[in-house]
């Protein structure tokens, strides 16, 4: 998934059907791909895979509905950029749950800049909201696109102040499911320059648990992040989390000791993120790591390209799932202790996966439900 070509009509229309089937998540639909060979032959195995995980039977988005939803992405100018693709965000490429498939509308172009997020509290103070501004347009200016996530004060703040120098908004729901709706004009406004994108459908809407999914493309994108403002229990300090576990540099804007939104931050500072109280703080800290470059894109191995030559059989099955538990663990360790061979391993999770038995954590961990 990383040769830099683009997928012909019907690969795009298959993996569109992939990632929207059920139980069918970023983590998920790579180990199919890798393991199948394709989306059309990993979409012909998911009733047996399914099956033999204990489900009844999953529900695969019909042809219908996937041709249905690229006909209105198309009609609203969005593209539907695939992991692999020369458009696709080459920084979001490297973290393990990068969305599949990419809904971006807007300049495109503005996706390969290097990018940094901004974020910080719905409930800002003025000092925050002008802090905030200042900090997205001085970064602007120095040839850095804004990242954020159209949320009601900072996200909304940096949005605004660099719609000109370019500004990307990562949503929570589908284009055609704004949130919060009194953003519209503002993305509007900001595609001319910027881009919108999101990894929902087109008209899916925001729920609770979509937001962190959301905060991790915003650090997925961003060579760095920046939190303005965050309570103790803010959402912001869920991306600045993320962005540790992904490898990005963490930024905190210090606040008064008596300002229960700097408390957040303030704990970021202890924590050991870089503080920031100018443009130049951020500036002198990515310049390094925008000149080593990305990481080498890990390729699976050639022996787990494909299904291996049998289904697991049940020795093998019950070896697998009986090593799993409520605590994650390696699929390394998993290999190592069943006996057994990468391929039937990664087959057998991904039957529990495709049950709704099994969730993926980060680092290649997996745990039962």
């Given at each position: 998934?990383?040769?830099k070509?683009?997928?012909?009509?019907?690969?795009?229309?298959?993996?569109?059907?992939?990632i929207?089937?059920?139980?069918v998540?970023?983590?998920?639909?790579?180990e199919?791909i890798?393991?199948?060979?394709?989306?059309?032959?990993?979409l012909?195995?998911?009733?047996?895979?399914?099956?033999?995980?204990?489900?009844?039977?999953?529900?695969?988005?019909?042809?219908?509905?996937?041709?249905?939803?690229?006909?209105?992405?198309?009609?609203?100018?969005?593209?539907?950029?695939a992991?692999?693709?020369?458009?696709?965000?080459?920084?979001?490429?490297?973290?393990?749950?990068?969305?599949?498939?990419?809904?971006?509308?807007?300049?495109?172009?503005?996706?390969?800049?290097?990018?940094i997020?901004?974020?910080?509290?719905?409930?800002?103070?003025?000092?925050?909201?002008?802090?905030?501004?200042?900090?997205?347009?001085?970064?602007?200016?120095?040839?850095y696109?804004?990242?954020?996530?159209?949320?009601?004060?900072?996200?909304?703040?940096?949005?605004?102040?660099?719609?000109?120098?370019?500004?990307?908004?990562?949503?929570?729901?589908?284009?055609?499911?704004?949130?919060?709706?009194?953003?519209?004009?503002?993305i509007?406004?900001?595609?001319?320059?910027?881009?919108?994108?999101?990894?929902?459908?087109?008209?899916?809407?925001?729920?609770?648990?979509?937001?962190?999914?959301?905060?991790?493309?915003?650090?997925?994108?961003?060579?760095?992040?920046?939190?303005?403002?965050?309570?103790?229990?803010?959402?912001?300090l869920?991306?600045?989390?993320?962005?540790?576990?992904?490898?990005?540099?963490?930024?905190?804007?210090?606040?008064?000791?008596?300002?229960?939104?700097?408390?957040?931050?303030?704990?970021?500072?202890?924590?050991?993120?870089?503080?920031?109280?100018?443009?130049?703080?951020?500036?002198?800290?990515i310049?390094?790591?925008?000149?080593?470059?990305l990481?080498?894109?890990?390729?699976?191995?050639?022996d787990?390209?494909?299904?291996?030559?049998?289904?697991?059989?049940?020795?093998?099955?019950?070896?697998?799932?009986?090593?799993?538990?409520?605590?994650?663990?390696?699929?390394?360790?998993?290999?190592?202790?069943s006996?057994?061979?990468?391929a039937?391993?990664?087959?057998?999770?991904?039957?529990?996966?495709?049950?709704?038995r099994?969730?993926?954590?980060g680092?290649?961990?997996v745990?039962?439900?």
């Open positions: 998934m990383a040769s070509t683009k997928l012909t009509d019907e690969q795009r229309l298959d993996w569109l059907r992939l929207r089937s059920d139980n998540g970023p983590r998920t639909f790579r199919l890798n393991t199948y060979g394709g989306a059309r032959g990993a012909a195995a998911l009733p047996a895979l399914a099956r033999r995980g204990g489900a009844s039977r999953i529900a695969i988005c019909p042809i219908e509905d996937a041709e249905a939803e690229l006909k209105a992405c198309s009609a609203r100018g969005i593209d539907l950029i992991l692999g693709e020369p458009d696709y965000p080459s920084r979001l490429q490297t973290i393990d749950d990068a969305p599949p498939l990419l809904a971006a509308r807007g300049n495109i172009a503005s996706l390969a800049r290097p990018l997020a901004i974020v910080g509290s719905r409930n800002a103070s003025a000092v925050g909201l002008k802090f905030a501004a200042s900090l997205a347009r001085d970064l602007g200016d120095a040839g696109g804004i990242v954020s996530g159209l949320a009601r004060g900072i996200d909304a703040a940096a949005h605004r102040a660099t719609k000109d120098s370019g500004t990307i908004a990562v949503l929570a729901g589908g284009h055609a499911r704004i949130y919060p709706a009194e953003h519209e004009p503002l509007e406004e900001l595609i001319a320059r910027g881009a919108a994108v999101s990894e929902m459908p087109l008209t899916h809407e925001p729920r609770a648990h979509d937001f962190p999914r959301r905060n991790r493309l915003i650090s997925g994108l961003s060579v760095g992040v920046v939190i303005v403002e965050a309570a103790k229990r803010s959402g912001s869920i991306t600045a989390r993320m962005a540790g576990e992904q490898g990005r540099e963490v930024f905190a804007v210090p606040g008064s000791p008596l300002d229960p939104r700097a408390e957040g931050t303030n704990g970021l500072l202890k924590q050991g993120a870089t503080l920031v109280t100018e443009a130049a703080d951020v500036i002198n800290a310049e390094p790591i925008l000149g080593r470059g990481p080498p894109m890990e390729e699976p191995d050639a787990d390209l494909f299904a291996p030559d049998h289904e697991p059989g049940d020795d093998e099955r019950s070896s697998v799932v009986g090593l799993l538990g409520p605590s994650p663990i390696s699929i390394d360790d998993l290999v190592r202790l006996n057994t061979t990468p039937i391993v990664r087959v057998v999770l991904l039957e529990l996966e495709l049950a709704g099994l969730e993926r954590h680092g290649g961990l745990s039962l439900v």
